[in-house]
C-alpha cells in the first residue's frame, strides 16, 4: 500500500555560517537535557540560550546540523558556531509532517501553527478545528510547496524533514531569512526513541520541563504494558504489512513496528529480518512461511474481509483470515480520510502497544478500547 500519510518537505540547506559547523568550547558550561531514548538529537541548555544538535537529518548524514535557539537579547557568545539561529519561544510555525502535529498538541501550542503543506491528511479534531476556523494556511502538496504563500506567512521556523543531503529545492526559503529546522524522529528505530522527539519541539516553545514530563508519562505507560504483557504464558504468532502490485511489503524484524510485536509478548514471524524501509517479498512466500499464523496486524488499506476476497481468494489460505483474526490501522481515520495511526502513533507508542496486547492478549487488557488496530469488518 503507497502509504500517503506523511507530508514531507525536501528542503535545500544553505549555511548562514562561514566556518564549519562544531560545537563551541561555550557548550561545556551548559546543562545537557536528559536524552533517555533518542539517538538522533541533543539540547544543551544555558542561561538565555540553548544549543540542538540534530545528528540525524537523514539515514547515514555524514554530518550533524547545529541551531541555536536563543531568547530574545540574549547575549550569545562571538565564537559559537551554528548553522541556524531562531527566536523562541517561538509565535508562528510552519511544519511538514502529520507526525509534528501531536507534539504541538500535547504541549498546547498547536495555534502557533501558520502552515501546512497537505491539510486534508491532518486527522486530529483540534488543529482540523483551526484549519476549517482558516487559521492554518494550506502551502501546497507533497514537495510541490508554495513558496509564495509560506513567505509570507513569515514563521519563525519551518520544521522538515529530508531524505538525503540532495536537497535544493528550497533554498529560497533560506535565502528569505526564514529558518529551517530538520527534524529526524522518523529516523529513529525505537517506539520510544520516536516519541522523545517532543523534546525538540519543547525546546522551541520553552516548555522543555512540560515536554519532558509528557514523556515521562508516555514511557511509563508503555513499560507498565509491556510489563504486563510479559505475565502471558502464550505467544502468539503474527504476520505484518500487506500486499500491493503483487508484492507483499511488511516491516524488517528490526524495525520499531516489529519492536512493538515483540513488546507486546508475540511472536514476529520475519523478526530475524534486518533492513531499512519494508521487506518485500513474493505472495508464494509468505504464505509458505506464515499460512497458520495466528494473526495478521496492520492489513493495508481493507477495511473489510469483502474487500480483502474481492483482491484475491487465495487470502483465504491464511489461518488468521479464516479465524477472523485480521486487524487494520486503515479503520482509524480522521474527518478528511487521513489515517490517525501514521499521524498520533509515533507520539503515543504506548497506545499502540496497548492496542497490540489486548489483540493478543485479550484476557490483560480486556477493558482496552482500541484506537489504531482494530479488526475488520
Known amino acids: 500500500m503507497k502509504r500517503i500519510v506523511i507530508i514531507f518537505l525536501i528542503l535545500g540547506f544553505v549555511s548562514c555560517q562561514n566556518s564549519k559547523k562544531t560545537e563551541s568550547p561555550q557548550v561545556e558550561k551548559g546543562e545537557k537535557v536528559e536524552i533517555e531514548d533518542a539517538k538522533g538529537f541533543s539540547i544543551i541548555k544555558f542561561e538565555n540560550y540553548s544549543i540542538l544538535k540534530v545528528n540525524t537529518p537523514w539515514p547515514e548524514a555524514e554530518d550533524p546540523f547545529i541551531y541555536l535557539l536563543s531568547e530574545k537579547n540574549a547575549e550569545i557568545p562571538e565564537k559559537l558556531k551554528y548553522d541556524q539561529k531562531v527566536e523562541v519561544p517561538v509565535k508562528n510555525i510552519v511544519v511538514t509532517s502529520t507526525t509534528h502535529i501531536p507534539a504541538l498538541e500535547a504541549l498546547n501550542e498547536e495555534e502557533r501553527l501558520v502552515g501546512f503543506p497537505g491539510l486534508n491528511y491532518i486527522s486530529s479534531e483540534r488543529t482540523r478545528k483551526l484549519i476549517n476556523n482558516g487559521e492554518i494556511s494550506e502551502l501546497g502538496q507533497n514537495e510541490n510547496i508554495n513558496t509564495e504563500v509560506l513567505i509570507d506567512l513569515s514563521p519563525d521556523a519551518v520544521i522538515g524533514f529530508a531524505i538525503n543531503a540532495s536537497n535544493k529545492s528550497f533554498e529560497t526559503i ?120 495466528k494473526y495478521w496486524v496492520s492489513s493495508g488499506q481493507f477495511i473489510s474481509y469483502e474487500q480483502l476476497y474481492n483482491e484475491s481468494e487465495h487470502y483465504k489460505r491464511f489461518k488468521a483470515v479464516r479465524d477472523k483474526n485480521v486487524y487494520s490501522v486503515s479503520l482509524s481515520s480522521g474527518e478528511t480520510g487521513g ?39
Open 174 to 293: 533560506q535565502k528569505t531569512g526564514i529558518p529551517v529546522i530538520y527534524n529526524g524522529d522518523w529516523t529513529e528505530s525505537t517506539p520510544l526513541g520516536k516519541a522523545e522527539w517532543i523534546k525538540f519541539f519543547g525546546a522551541l516553545f520553552g516548555k522543555e520541563k512540560k515536554a519532558g514530563e509528557i514523556f515521562r508519562e508516555i514511557k511509563n505507560e508503555y513499560l507498565s504494558a509491556k510489563e504486563l504483557a510479559a505475565t502471558s504464558e502464550e505467544k502468539p504468532t503474527v504476520i505484518a504489512g500487506s500486499m500491493y502490485n503483487d508484492k507483499w511489503y511488511m516491516p524488517y524484524g528490526n524495525s520499531w513496528q516489529a519492536q512493538f510485536i515483540k513488546d507486546a509478548n508475540a511472536d514476529y514471524l520475519y523478526s530475524d529480518t534486518e533492513g531499512d524501509g519494508s521487506l518485500s517479498l513474493a505472495f508464494e512466500s509468505v504464505l509458505e512461511k506464515a499460512e497458520d499464523a
Open 339 to 377: 489515517i490517525t495511526f501514521y499521524e498520533l502513533g509515533p507520539q503515543r507508542p504506548d497506545l499502540i502497544l496497548k492496542d497490540l496486547i489486548s489483540i493478543f492478549h485479550p484476557d490483560l487488557l480486556n477493558d482496552h478500547k482500541p484506537v489504531f488496530y482494530k479488526p475488520l469488518k
